[in-house]
Nanobody, 124 residues
Framework: QVQLVESGGGLVQPGDSLRLSCVVS????????MGWFRQAPGKEREFLAA????????SYGNAVKERFTIYRDNAKSTIYLRMNNLKPEDTAVYYC?????????????????WGQGTQVTVSS
């Protein structure tokens, strides 16, 4: 069982930056690829970014790859999502996730583990 605890969401203004964190724990968690997803009201859950614990591989969804950056701190067992130039359409609940396969290629319904989510609201 892998446990994921997100933090860092909140209310920000358009153009602001925000960093989300996801602390990961559980046996063999380093065998999993990690990712960030989001879900806005009335919309499907959307893949944002993926990273592994070993090596430098990352992947991004088309909607955010120019503004969002995923990275990790192995010593802290933590995954981060840095979000720049936030827009009102970025308003959503943001989820950390883990999967034994490469999470960037995994169907949302097949992802192994999810965090509880953290709300990000972008509004003036």
């Amino acid at each position: 069982q892998v446990q994921l605890v997100e933090s860092g969401g909140g209310l920000v203004q358009p153009g602001d930056s925000l960093r989300l964190s996801c602390v990961v724990s559980g046996p063999d968690y380093s065998d999993y690829s990690m990712g960030w997803f989001r879900q806005a009201p009335g919309k499907e859950r959307e893949f944002l970014a993926a990273v592994g614990w070993i090596g430098g591989a990352t992947s991004y969804g088309n909607a955010v790859k120019e503004r969002f950056t995923i990275y990790r701190d192995n010593a802290k067992s933590t995954i981060y999502l840095r979000m720049n130039n936030l827009k009102p359409e970025d308003t959503a609940v943001y989820y950390c996730a883990a999967d034994r396969a490469w999470i960037g290629a995994q169907a949302v319904s097949e992802v192994d583990y999810w965090g509880q989510g953290t709300q990000v609201t972008v509004s003036s």
